[in-house]
């Protein structure tokens, strides 16, 4: 019958992909591999980030491909969408080792990942994978408003809580960026004053300052969605008062035009608390933010 | 590069379908075809329905292909999930047309369509394909809280509130049966008693009654989630306090078995108003009760 | 009895009037007209503006007659709130046709028209109507996240998606000025930049820089309020993160006083994604500020 | 102009009524007459009930003026609704004294008061001032899932938990029927068994078998919601799983055709946790039924 | 200071103690012990079960101690709430030693336990530890939608899914008794049938018949909140439509007075999704009327 | 047994504390003593603000102990949280004697009060108790969007609205300092202007500015949460838009540091209102950083 013919021109194409609006149809043919990683029970206060990537997709459709603040359209990024991974519910050793090979399949292919969370632990298994690559080149820029550098959390390493501190362990810790922190345990603070790029409080006006130095070497950013004021962002695990506004990220990717950007995560969205769904479409426009210019 | 060997395996395959459960891949092997219709502007109180395929196609991961009611499973249905119809927003006529066009395309292929609404006005262009190829053989099964009989409603010919009064323009009033209508005005009560198979309030016992003398006939089903209690279907555009218990529907589609259905809508489900997705879940699991009866 | 004497006394008066606070009892002796117009069936995303005008009448006794800003009272505004016309559901002709009577009536009648949405096609039919009045001597002043100047919108023209370009194609397009515009197609920007004066981004700098160019001219205000950044207004149809602060419409109309203005609408408030009710009483507030200053 | 002619008919009448659906326009034309009394302060757990009164009315649109069940409409009754008394918040006593003065003007003026709560608390002003008139021949009829028999609540004796234990103190306690109580403690089951006619957890049994007993006297129907499962009504303040389903109610309505019903109540909607808005139906229907039968 | 004389008895007691309404003060003169699990990793579809137990027992104020059903009052039960274990958040092997341990603990104190979930795999090691006491004696009732009899889901064994299957490989399969499942694989159903004493669909009526039998035994209870319908209990992982009445658990549980009940659980609420908290009210009432006939 | 050995290690000891986080374990070694009055009677329009000082404490352990702005730490604050008074519901009144009978006994002690409402009423019995004590040398620092300057509100004198006119009968008005009022009738600006030290719309400047005036006197700072703007703070009774952001809270405690503050209270948070819970969250965390410059 006509099946193909008539009736797939009244179907709405879109709904039937649900891949991040502008995905193209094909791995191959593409330079950045976006992957979902619907990981969240290493999270202690709300879970629900398990549902992000799919939300995340699915909302995407309600903003522009193009983007007026640098007047490209995502229709000029070769990028694929291969949906989220299927990890095993409550089972962290194996969602990691899990998150870690996806990473290390699109990384051998020469292709750069950016990874829809889940949690912030998954930055930790790409990270790794990232710097087997790069080695001790890898700079990691890290946006959030919780410094996550918690020896262990509630008798766990592997928390979300840890994530950079984990890093840390292979990652030499000068070549890591802290930006917008604003909460943390006295003993964070002093650690990542000591060891870490540490930039409390404030994002764009420091980001600005470092991004000379950043130009040689390959970067990984991992933004969890907090860095933003919880009015803007209400929809994640650990809402906490007092962080930058949308506009700030948006230009902060401006300013990190030009850099070698390798790989990239945006982390912590959760569904279940994101009122009106807003939250969800500012990753979306986040990531089409960012895309646009790696 | 491996994707299509070994990420594949790690991605969510039922995530990437987005088509309801158990959908085959192939419209052309299929005898039962699922269709969207995400239209509700015809609804004057709470408009949302336009959600409802896609939610019920999502939630319908939730519950088992199996049904331990029939011991069946909706592997041995042969059925595919087309997905939702393209309908230009807030144009009725248009909307009306396009539905139209899909029914028809479906029975011409020899199969049968089941409709996912929307609003019950979708029920319309449905029923008068249906009735273009079986004539008045064709009996038509309305399970609904509201009668839907109303010559105009704010002015509107084209309105969820008079579906089934446009259907009895084509249809010989006599071949409709209602069942658990329990709201409309004292002339819908009227009328129908005059003209139609009327079985206001109840649904279960009157539609037993009347198996018989349907069993010749083609038989369309149209059910309005609403003949449901809102207990157990709040996300609905009109809920009336007073309607029947899910296992109502549930043997009401067993008695139906050995009928000759050859096609069905469910409609009026509104995700907006879905508490906790309860009624959406609902909808996909009578959705699977009927297919493995037709 | 003494209804009218005792018991009256007791009642809530305010709650008996359903009009928005402040408003006389009389059309005749208003020169400022009040209508709401509840369509929304051209709206793709999340229907709901159709409750925008009762919800925002409902909360405005939430907030006072009395503006600090500006040192002003309600009550030295003469105006009258006639409620909302009554639109045939789904009907998109029928309901651009009704509005715009409406809008004649009020003009002809030497009043200026305040409408409150429903979706932002309703502009097309009142500005329809000051044109008539006001010639090519009128100026439109377009608030709003999305330039709306789609050609078509998944096939209809008569969408809240085109409603500037509808405008364009009767009023000169020099007529016409945008601001705050931060989502829209290439081909909208490009279009925009050529052919209207176009401030994206910005709001309240532009909008000071033009003041006097249009101080001669009669100036009819559309607001649709998604102008504002999400976070200030979640409750509506299309969230676009980074948007202008409250306190910038407020000012903005400050900077308007003074200016012929002979009309305005504020659209696309949508009451069920409202969280909390904020976004209706910023409505409220921004209609209370722009009636001090008309 | 022509305000009052043409655009009268364009505005949506009934919106701008806001009294109950088919409420006339005059008290004195009236037999039977609605208060509300939007009073929750003695609430200890969920305040909100004094919302309801407008809840109701607002939904009771959503539903017809027709009762199928008995073959009757709303325009057959003339009653009136006066809309809300004004009490100051958080004053009981004051308060108490308006809803009393209330209720002795209408039963001055020969009419039968429906009061909507509201608490349960306003349900005490009203039965003395019903007992004033009416005195030992007076007969109360409560459904409801709590006794409300206790001495005090937390330090007060004006409580919506002792309400029933406050009439007792005016009212022959042989005069109060309690039916379908499910919940309080110890002393108030032992006290309500040994002094009241107390049918516990049963609605529809006990009140038909004491149909027969009441014909000769003056009754006063008080009703808290909760009465209703809460799978039904989760809309209350103090929800108490295992209540009994509506059509009881309905049913129990229709038992009570014939009695001499002096006037009643309905409490304890609360739309603050009125999830889709089902409770408040369920009572706007529970209203419409109780007048159809007065 | 007089802290302790008169401010504490202005404190609201209850409120300090976050304990079960009625909880005696001390473990040690407590027959009965509450022990919360707050692990809800291995769920996949909605996590967070983790917050039911607090929150059981914070609505548990809002119900009475005293149940008139069986005439019996919380103040007559020696039992003791020791609050949630600290579970390391998504580590399912440590969570379930920990569960374990706690268990052995109070059994070894020849007290009985009952658990609050968290998701249904808590009932393993809780069921394993009671099973070491009582050995083949031991009988299981099982309340629930779901036969979790999954070999495995999603990759893990340890699952929700999963937990009867886990619970058969050390206690007799014969001593399983499953009351109210409809959902599950046709092999889940094959397998029940073959292998337990299984009885789909009804919960009361087969419950009864088997009481005799299961008098000589120790028993323990596992309910899954979701064998109540989604109407009554929205509050939960994975609603599934068709399930029975709150009454007839309250029936249940008397009946089951008299058998030597050695523990029970109550897992699955899930405070999310538990619109106006009427899940968690069900689920306090369930353990009310549960340890007032332990 | 073991229980206080094993077991209690197990258990989360924050949870079983449902003190403030940080609170120490007894009154008398502590000088900061926080109180919640959960009283919200007088509230007109949206009622829930006595359920705040509980919620308050239960996000407090969502947030840091240590405030990485003034690098300090709860633990270095002696401060007792001894809960929620118990008050007569719906008796204002008595809800006065109450707690200013709390206040009188914290001062009298020589220990700083911090209360928790609770609606703004909660403040006038605290003043008046602390100026008890200090007489006309205290200075009262009001941060608030509205006024609260009525005469009454709805016929009470006893309103939220008219709290600190109330403060103005016995505390020199010319001690009273408002920030940030940017509503009200033009009665109370005008008499703010007239009477009080008034700076309306900003906070932190005009705090600044005064720093140097109040440091020889002791103050008391009362901070309605609707000082904020409701995009960060939608949980409140009467949100307004155009207020500030949380730094410049955050920065005025600061810039208050060195004061003699001798109390403070904080009220208005609305938890049933509150999305998210980011509302309470930020009370949490501005009652941290008060407690940190006290």
């Given at each position: 019958m006509r099946y193909g013919k008539e009736m797939v021109q009244m179907l709405k194409e879109y709904r039937w992909s649900n891949r991040f609006m502008g995905s193209r149809e094909c791995y191959d043919e593409s330079d950045v591999i976006m992957v979902g990683a619907p990981m969240d029970y290493s999270v202690s206060y709300r879970p629900g980030a398990r549902f992000a990537p799919q939300k995340i997709r699915e909302v995407s459709y309600a903003i522009e491909e193009y983007s007026p603040y640098v007047d490209r359209d995502l229709s000029e990024v070769r990028f694929f969408d291969v949906g989220d991974l299927e990890l095993p519910m409550g089972n962290i050793v194996s969602s990691l080792e899990i998150i870690q090979q996806a990473a290390r399949e699109v990384l051998e292919d020469g292709k750069?990942?950016?990874?829809?969370?889940?949690?912030?632990?998954?930055?930790?298994?790409?990270?790794?994978?990232?710097?087997?690559?790069?080695?001790?080149?890898?700079?990691?820029?890290?946006?959030?408003?919780?410094?996550?550098?918690?020896?262990?959390?509630?008798?766990?390493?592997?928390?979300?809580?840890?994530?950079?501190?984990?890093?840390?362990?292979?990652?030499?810790?000068?070549?890591?960026?802290?930006?917008?922190?604003?909460?943390?345990?006295?003993?964070?603070?002093?650690?990542?004053?000591?060891?870490?790029?540490?930039?409390?409080?404030?994002?764009?006006?420091?980001?600005?300052?470092?991004?000379?130095?950043?130009?040689?070497?390959?970067?990984?950013?991992?933004?969890?969605?907090?860095?933003?004021?919880?009015?803007?962002?209400?929809?994640?695990?650990?809402?906490?008062?007092?962080?930058?506004?949308?506009?700030?990220?948006?230009?902060?990717?401006?300013?990190?035009?030009?850099?070698?950007?390798?790989?990239?995560?945006?982390?912590?969205?959760?569904?279940?608390?994101?009122?009106?769904?807003?939250?969800s479409i500012l990753a979306a426009k986040i990531i089409r933010e960012a895309m646009l210019i790696i």
């Open positions: 750069k990942p950016i990874f829809l969370g889940g949690d912030h632990l998954i930055t930790y298994p790409v990270v790794k994978e990232v710097y087997e690559k790069y080695g001790d080149q890898l700079r990691l820029l890290h946006f959030d408003a919780h410094a996550d550098l918690r020896e262990e959390y509630l008798g766990e390493r592997n928390s979300h809580a840890s994530v950079i501190r984990l890093c840390s362990q292979f990652l030499p810790s000068k070549n890591i960026f802290q930006f917008g922190i604003r909460s943390g345990t006295r003993e964070e603070f002093k650690w990542a004053g000591e060891n870490l790029n540490f930039y409390p409080f404030e994002v764009l006006q420091p980001l600005k300052e470092v991004i000379d130095v950043l130009k040689p070497y390959p970067v990984y950013i991992t933004l969890d969605i907090d860095v933003v004021d919880p009015a803007y962002a209400c929809g994640t695990g650990t809402p906490e008062p007092g962080g930058c506004m949308p506009h700030e990220i948006f230009q902060a990717f401006r300013a990190m035009k030009g850099l070698n950007i390798v790989g990239m995560d945006l982390v912590e969205v959760n569904p279940v608390y994101d009122t009106a769904g807003v939250t």
